[in-house]
């Protein structure tokens, strides 16, 4: 005789879901122990960083401390933590972002039940908001995709025309589009309550060829080259025109000598020993006088060669070169000295 054992399918529907759950379960508490170890170094730098921002707080070295609460409140967020870096950011009158910290301290320590801390915090919040600078940011005719950051961050549409609290300092706003010209400007909050706002224009179409959403591309190598080539020429003139005053120097104190040395030959016309002392002085001021005009011709005549150089290797964007450079490159100086009288002459085409 044949016996067939049967086993109810109503008995094998609860093993099947029993072995999952032990495969979840198990599955469940390899993942919370491998990641037990980085929670536990979470905590631990946490804890580290948050006694470290204490003593610097201590020591008034706020703008040290604060960073360090907020990565402290980043690896192990809590109330306690949110309450030190609100007092930190007050202190050191960052009055915005206090009072933010405050109000995300009060929420979290509802959280925990610690009505203690929710009503410290929810107190020193109401205390520094009659105290928020605000920034409003307008946008006049919004792009198609246009994004709008402040200091970096990006803002939402619905925030625009709303005046936002922010710290005392300077803040940088920055709209730019897909084809669009990027507009950005600074704007300065001086002092807690100030009240200002940044106007975004109509955001122009970008040039033909220029990267979407940014100004137009560099200058080419030949404008740059052009500025430079304006910077040497001005320089060239500057030299140039010192070389001028040099060689007029030149010529007023050889004026001069020839009349001291005229004056000298009137007194005493023959060579040798002169009895007058007035005509003595007069030869020894020509003598020094004519030293003075020979330098100053020669530091004039070298000041003008160089400056004309300068002007004349000076690159150009242009095909035609300015006038200037092209009296440079005619302009010669001639001084005349013919023992009676000293000139300067400047013979060129203009």
């Given at each position: 005789?044949?016996?067939?054992h049967?086993?109810?399918?109503?008995?094998?529907?609860?093993?099947?879901?029993a072995?999952?759950?032990?495969?979840?379960?198990?599955?469940?508490?390899?993942?919370?122990?491998?990641?037990?170890?980085?929670?536990?170094g979470?905590?631990?730098?946490?804890?580290?960083?948050?006694?470290?921002?204490?003593?610097?707080?201590?020591?008034?070295?706020?703008?040290e401390?604060?960073?360090?609460?907020?990565?402290?409140?980043?690896?192990?967020?809590?109330?306690?933590?949110?309450?030190?870096?609100?007092?930190?950011?007050?202190?050191?009158?960052?009055?915005?972002?206090?009072?933010a910290?405050?109000?995300?301290?009060?929420?979290?320590?509802?959280g925990?039940?610690?009505?203690?801390?929710?009503?410290?915090?929810?107190?020193?919040?109401?205390?520094?908001?009659?105290r928020?600078?605000?920034?409003?940011?307008?946008?006049?005719?919004?792009?198609?995709?246009?994004?709008?950051?402040?200091?970096?961050?990006?803002?939402?549409?619905?925030?625009?025309?709303?005046?936002?609290?922010?710290?005392?300092?300077?803040?940088?706003?920055?709209?730019?589009?897909?084809?669009?010209?990027?507009?950005?400007?600074?704007?300065?909050?001086?002092?807690?309550?100030?009240?200002?706002?940044?106007?975004?224009?109509?955001l122009?179409?970008?040039?033909?060829?220029?990267?979407?959403?940014?100004?137009?591309?560099?200058?080419?190598?030949?404008?740059?080259?052009?500025?430079?080539?304006?910077?040497?020429?001005t320089?060239?003139?500057?030299?140039?025109?010192?070389?001028?005053?040099?060689?007029?120097?030149?010529?007023?104190?050889?004026?001069?000598?020839?009349?001291?040395?005229?004056?000298?030959?009137?007194?005493?016309?023959?060579?040798?020993?002169?009895?007058?002392?007035?005509?003595?002085?007069?030869?020894?001021?020509?003598?020094?006088?004519?030293t003075?005009?020979?330098?100053?011709?020669?530091?004039?005549?070298?000041?003008?060669?160089?400056?004309?150089?300068?002007?004349?290797?000076?690159?150009?964007?242009?095909?035609?070169?300015?006038a200037?450079a092209?009296?440079?490159?005619?302009?010669?100086?001639?001084?005349?000295?013919?023992?009676?009288?000293?000139?300067?002459?400047?013979?060129?085409?203009?």
């Amino acid at each position: 005789m044949t016996y067939h054992h049967v086993v109810s399918s109503s008995r094998l529907v609860p093993t099947a879901r029993a072995a999952r759950r032990a495969t979840f379960a198990l599955t469940l508490a390899a993942v919370v122990l491998r990641a037990a170890p980085a929670l536990a170094g979470d905590e631990a730098a946490a804890e580290a960083l948050f006694l470290e921002a204490k003593k610097l707080a201590a020591e008034g070295k706020l703008a040290e401390a604060c960073p360090k609460f907020a990565e402290s409140n980043r690896l192990d967020r809590g109330a306690g933590t949110l309450i030190h870096l609100a007092d930190c950011y007050e202190k050191n009158h960052q009055t915005a972002s206090a009072w933010a910290t405050f109000r995300e301290a009060s929420s979290a320590a509802q959280g925990l039940g610690r009505a203690d801390w929710e009503k410290l915090a929810s107190s020193r919040a109401a205390a520094l908001e009659p105290r928020l600078a605000r920034l409003t940011i307008k946008v006049i005719e919004p792009a198609e995709s246009i994004a709008v950051t402040r200091d970096g961050a990006p803002t939402s549409q619905a925030s625009w025309g709303v005046a936002i609290p922010v710290d005392v300092g300077t803040h940088t706003v920055v709209a730019s589009a897909p084809g669009r010209r990027s507009f950005k400007t600074s704007i300065v909050i001086r002092t807690d309550g100030d009240r200002d706002e940044v106007v975004v224009p109509k955001l122009e179409a970008a040039p033909a060829g220029s990267a979407s959403g940014a100004p137009a591309g560099p200058a080419p190598a030949d404008a740059d080259s052009g500025t430079r080539g304006s910077t040497q020429r001005t320089i060239g003139f500057v030299v140039g025109g010192v070389g001028i005053a040099g060689l007029a120097v030149g010529a007023v104190t050889g004026l001069i000598a020839i009349g001291k040395n005229n004056d000298s030959k009137q007194v005493c016309p023959d060579s040798g020993a002169c009895g007058s002392s007035a005509a003595v002085d007069a030869a020894d001021s020509a003598k020094k006088l004519g030293t003075v005009s020979t330098i100053a011709f020669i530091a004039g005549g070298l000041g003008l060669g160089f400056g004309a150089a300068l002007v004349l290797t000076a690159p150009s964007s242009t095909e035609r070169a300015p006038a200037a450079a092209k009296a440079a490159r005619s302009l010669r100086v001639v001084p005349s000295t013919d023992g009676r009288s000293a000139g300067l002459s400047f013979l060129g085409a203009f």
